[in-house]
């Protein structure tokens, strides 16, 4: 690929080494965890007013230091603004400044503070976020920095001369360099090597930031030289040396012959950006194994190592992580670093401040420099007691001292001076002991059917018990509807999800699978003449005669594919697939004499439309796929889907519409997945239509756990409601605290632990105490239909009595049980029963509505654009999405009744009570009130 060129951009997307940083920022911008603050003595007197402009110069230069980072609808973006800083005199220790953290979002990432007046000079501490800089950037800081002082104190202006290309050049070209090929082969390599490494003496982690400890140590000049020596007698560079000795240490200390070291390196793969300041350094696993006896050979087969992971060597590490199973990759990490010191006269080398939290559970940094190597043992404190740092690095110098004099001698029969503080025990596997005895043959095809599903996202169950339950163990609702469809295809019994999920034991799994109807596929047969429509579909339909919310009922759906997609390709594949599916050919009326709508199905398919909007500026082409995504259908005459293709300067995009009525989110993945797939060449299953609606359901459980609870929610609207509510919408995504592990403690799903967290939230801002959210239900029995299959139940959320953490979670808990056994009940059935008295100002029974969603991306190479504008059925609508790296929630909301910032309050406020469980989920719920 060639290297990055300059684009000009004010607003690009982050690279991939940045991502991970803002995830960690905007989770707790108060943390100092990625500050870079660089301490150095000036030689005389600071002219504050010329560091100021000076510093302003190099901010201008490189636009990385004037760069502030958002969310725009979900997508994390760099904005370069204008040149800004603050060069403050101030008084107060120098760590205590260091350690101050930023806003990201909406500050510089670079700060100034000088102290006057010192015995020894005038000092200066440059705070830098680690997202605008990061070591081999020191020597064009620096350098252009002492650059434009010289000329500012001349009276001259700064000349520092342009550069080929901005930071923000490079981040567009790193993402488009991602191979997805090469990241999934380097994963599955990694995969084979065990995680989990612990040194002597490891303590329980508890979650957020850690805390660290440094210790500084000298590698003394005669080992250095004969580091260099066996380098060159080897053919190995140093750094394979020093890391063949750092893996021997955290070997014996782990009692491992296997593990991986992440290996910092700088990342600077093209000669565009070597002159450039940001952030490009990339983790690289390395494997290490410690089963050659003597040290020569450890070199020469780490040699290979590091050799073979040069091509993984731009594969980000974070896309490694999120496909590593557990806590994360690796623990140990190892930096060698050797670049020029800044040259200048005017002040001392920059020291680095520690800032006192840990990015490993053990560093080692070794600096290489004309006066000498010295090193840094950076450690965990809240896993590792506080002299673990120095214990490690007496052992490393002394085991790279005895090694490097007699790298052919075997290494083991040489003692480390510490050794660990207490001897390693083995990790156990976490497993589940059987609990009631022998498994009957359903339970146990039930059982395999557990750790079969589970074992896709890392967890390993050695043998469930018949009452284990699905949640305790690792399992989500998403992941049971993909077990219940594995039953199908291995075993031919058709479970409910619903029946599973109001009990998700083994024994009632094995109950259901024994229990389970044998049935045919669903009918292929087109449909021709009038059928009822669904229930579902009746109230869409009604819904559809009120103006106001027409719009809401819409799914579209806009990709983005690369230049190279075959536009007439694509376009054909859209129409084979419009017309296979039934669903897609549906027309609605009423029928008088039944009183009910109906709907027939022989009605033309639609097809796809070609756009030529190359010459379009931005505001004609945001207009124009407005209106695809949201011009109702007349449901009587039009086939309820649209899809058009446009095509663009550089990309073509597909703007896919249907109505809520025919088509639900796994519908519009199917259709996505089987345009693809016609586009391949291969072969489409039989279409399938929905089987009619069953029997009417005992509702009598459902309504009696209902009754008493409130028909409404207070939310902190900024506006009162109208006489119609509105469904113009905006949203605001934020990551949050990760609440898998105390869900899983309390048997309970995700989804249900954020409606839990939500439900505290509202609580703590309000006098109310007993809650519904509405929240989706699928009763989808056949994976490749297409149709709508959702229904809507209702949670309930009753915090009355000053419960416990525990105490909510478990009645939420049962509360999703009954809903999940009356999961057929019609959710109009529902609110004429407790809501009948309802009106168009808000919606019927709640205005809010909670989800569960996944990371997902289109075929094709496509990426999924966000709409703008956005449609909302609810006031306040939370999907909680689990992620590689934890929990997103997204917040869809009417927009003429909140303001941004009252949205973005009540995220901050719902991560913060989503921590207060995770710290104590013994502790009262709704004791604290919040602002």
């Known amino acids: 690929m060639s290297g990055p060129r300059r684009l000009h951009a004010t607003v690009a997307p982050l690279s991939f080494a940045q991502e991970r940083l803002w995830f960690i920022n905007a989770a707790a911008p108060e943390s100092s965890i990625y500050n870079v603050p660089l301490f150095f003595r000036w030689r005389g007197e600071v002219d504050l007013g010329a560091l100021h402009r000076a510093l302003l110069a190099v901010i201008e230069k490189h636009e990385v230091l004037r760069t502030t980072y958002e969310d725009r609808d979900g997508e994390r973006v760099q904005v370069v603004g204008e040149a800004r800083v603050t060069v403050e005199v101030v008084s107060h220790d120098p760590d205590v400044e260091a350690r101050r953290g930023f806003d990201l979002a909406t500050d510089p990432p670079i700060r100034c503070a000088v102290w006057k007046g010192r015995p020894d000079g005038d000092a200066v501490l440059l705070t830098i976020h680690h997202i605008a800089v990061d070591g081999s950037s020191l020597a064009a800081l620096f350098g252009d920095l002492g650059a434009a002082y010289d000329a500012e104190v001349a009276g001259r202006a700064p000349d520092l001369g342009e550069l080929p290309v901005q930071y923000a050049d490079f981040a567009v070209w790193d993402r488009a360099g991602l191979d997805e090929r090469l990241l999934a082969r380097r994963a599955g390599d990694l995969a084979k090597v065990p995680t989990g490494l612990k040194l002597g003496g490891a303590r329980p ?328 429509a669904t229930s579902t579909q009746q109230r869409f339909w009604f819904l559809d005669r009120i103006p106001e919310l027409r719009a809401a009922y819409l799914v579209p759906t806009v990709v983005e594919f690369p230049a190279d997609v075959g536009v007439d390709e694509l376009r054909d594949a859209v129409d084979v697939v419009l017309a296979r599916h039934p669903a897609l050919r549906s027309r609605f009326r009423l029928d008088h004499k039944q009183k009910r709508v109906v709907r027939t199905t022989s009605g033309p398919p639609a097809r796809a439309t070609v756009t030529d909007a190359r010459g379009w500026d931005e505001g004609k082409l945001a207009d124009h796929v407005a209106e695809l995504c949201w011009t109702p259908f007349d449901l009587a005459v039009e086939a309820p889907v649209r899809a058009e293709i446009v095509l663009l300067a550089t990309s073509v995009r597909m703007v896919l519409c249907a109505h809520h009525m025919v088509v639900d989110g796994a519908s519009v993945r199917v259709l996505l997945d089987q345009i693809a797939a016609v586009v391949h060449g291969e072969e489409l299953p039989e279409p399938v239509r929905p089987e009619p609606e069953g029997t009417p359901v005992d509702t009598s459980e459902l309504l009696a756990a209902l009754e008493g609870a409130p028909t409404d929610v207070w939310l902190p609207h900024d506006r009162p409601r109208a006489s119609v509510q509105s469904i113009l919408g905006a949203t605001r995504c934020t990551d949050t605290v990760d609440l898998r592990a105390v869900a899983k403690e309390s048997g309970c799903s995700t989804f249900l632990a954020t409606a839990a967290v939500l439900a505290v939230t509202l609580a703590r801002r309000s006098e109310q105490r007993d809650f519904l959210f509405a929240f989706p239900w699928s009763g989808r029995e056949h994976p490749d239909a297409v149709g709508m299959f959702v229904n809507t139940l209702v949670l309930r959320a009753d915090l009355r009595g000053d419960p416990t953490w525990r105490e909510v979670l478990a009645r939420v808990r049962q509360a999703a049980s009954v809903a999940y056994r009356a999961a057929d009940v019609p959710f109009d059935e529902v609110v004429g029963a407790l809501h009948p008295d309802r009106d168009l100002s808000r919606p019927a029974l709640t205005p809010v509505y909670v989800a569960a969603g996944d990371e997902w991306r289109p075929p094709l190479r496509g990426e999924l654009l966000p709409l703008d504008p956005v449609a909302v059925k609810y006031e306040l609508e939370l999907t909680v999405t689990e992620t590689s790296g934890g929990l997103r929630l997204n917040a869809a909301y009417q927009a003429d009744l909140f303001d941004d910032d009252t949205i973005e309050h009540l995220l901050a406020d719902v991560t913060d009570v989503a921590a207060a469980l995770v710290q104590n989920p013994d502790g009262p719920a709704c004791e604290e009130k919040l602002s």
Request: glycine share 8%.
């Open 205 to 532: 982690v508890p979650d957020g930031f850690h805390s660290s400890q440094q210790h500084l140590f000298t590698v003394p000049a005669d080992v250095q030289q004969a580091v260099g020596e066996l380098a060159r007698k080897l053919r190995v560079t140093p750094f394979v040396v020093l890391l063949a000795a750092y893996a021997e240490v955290i070997g014996r200390w782990s009692a491992r012959d296997e593990f991986l070291i992440g290996a910092v390196t700088a990342n600077r793969a093209h000669p565009a950006v070597e002159d450039l300041v940001g952030f490009f350094v990339n983790t690289v696993p390395l494997r290490c194994a410690t089963r050659r006896p003597t040290f020569a050979q450890r070199c020469t087969e780490l040699r290979g190592e590091a050799f073979g992971s040069m091509t993984y060597q731009r594969v980000p590490f974070d896309q490694l992580v999120a496909r590593a199973p557990g806590r994360g990759l690796v623990e140990a990490g190892f930096a060698l670093q050797n670049m020029p010191a800044p040259d200048t006269t005017r002040w001392t080398a920059p020291e680095v401040l520690p800032t006192g939290t840990a990015k490993f559970d053990v560093l080692l940094i070794v600096d290489e420099t004309t006066g000498g190597m010295t090193g840094t043992l950076e450690h965990d404190t809240d896993l590792y007691p506080v002299e673990l740092g120095r214990r490690l690095a007496e052992d490393f110098v002394a085991l790279l001292g005895h090694a490097v004099t007699a790298p052919e001698a075997p290494l083991a029969e040489f003692e480390l001076p510490n050794g660990p503080l207490e001897r390693p025990q083995p990790l156990p596997v976490s497993t589940v002991e059987p609990e009631w005895g022998e498994l009957s043959e359903p339970e146990r095809r039930a059982a395999e059917l557990f750790r079969a599903v589970l074992a896709e996202t890392g967890v390993v169950v050695a043998e469930p018990a018949r009452n284990a339950n699905f949640f305790t163990l690792g399992g989500h609702s998403l992941l049971a509807v993909g077990m219940l469809a594995r039953a199908r295809r291995e075993h031919g019994a058709v479970v409910r999800p619903s029946e599973f999920l109001a009990e998700p034991t083994v024994a009632r799994l094995g109950a259901l699978l024994a229990a389970g109807v044998v049935k045919t596929e669903p009918t292929t047969a087109p449909e021709e003449g009038p059928q009822p």
